[in-house]
């Protein structure tokens, strides 16, 4: 897995934390995405570091390296590749980096999501998401 620079596609893509979830809309295909967990992290650190290798770095120190280092890698680019296919990031070029980006420490009094693979759901329109349970419709559909 060689390094990579991993980059929030802001120009279509608009996003908000809700109730430690992520809620995301791609502006260009309408569909709406939600991560939890884990992934709500690597999306914060893709946004600050862009570089999968300080990614990888930094969720390896963040859990005390009681993750193996090839699992935290593989949980990443694996997660970036779901993100890529989803248009809701992209690769880009070393030359284009952020330059000197601070990162500020995650709060460790947080408690810290399982480490298990982030999930990216889809959906194609809001009402997927929000639906009733038991299949009520609003009334005003």
């Given at each position: 897995?060689?390094?990579?620079i991993?980059?929030?596609?802001?120009?279509?893509?608009?996003?908000?934390?809700?109730?430690?979830?992520?809620v995301?809309?791609n502006?260009?295909?309408?569909?709406?995405?939600?991560?939890?967990?884990l992934?709500?992290?690597?999306?914060?650190?893709?946004?600050?570091?862009?570089?999968?290798?300080?990614?990888?770095?930094?969720?390896?120190?963040?859990?005390?390296?009681?993750v193996?280092?090839?699992?935290?890698?593989?949980?990443?680019?694996d997660?970036?590749?779901?993100?890529?296919?989803?248009?809701?990031?992209?690769?880009i070029?070393?030359?284009?980096?952020?330059?000197?980006?601070?990162?500020?420490?995650?709060?460790?009094?947080?408690?810290?999501?399982a480490?298990?693979?982030?999930?990216?759901?889809?959906?194609?329109?809001?009402?997927e998401?929000?639906?009733?349970?038991?299949?009520?419709?609003?009334?005003?559909?």
């Amino acid at each position: 897995m060689k390094n990579r620079i991993i980059r929030h596609n802001s120009k279509d893509v608009i996003f908000e934390l809700i109730d430690g979830e992520i809620v995301l809309l791609n502006l260009a295909n309408g569909n709406y995405y939600t991560i939890d967990g884990l992934g709500v992290i690597i999306w914060e650190l893709i946004l600050k570091l862009e570089n999968s290798k300080d990614i990888v770095n930094y969720l390896f120190k963040l859990y005390n390296h009681i993750v193996d280092i090839e699992i935290v890698k593989k949980t990443i680019f694996d997660f970036a590749d779901e993100l890529i296919n989803a248009k809701l990031v992209s690769l880009i070029d070393f030359k284009q980096t952020k330059a000197g980006q601070e990162l500020n420490e995650f709060n460790e009094t947080k408690i810290l999501p399982a480490f298990k693979k982030p999930i990216l759901q889809t959906y194609q329109k809001m009402q997927e998401k929000y639906a009733h349970p038991c299949g009520i419709k609003r009334s005003d559909e």
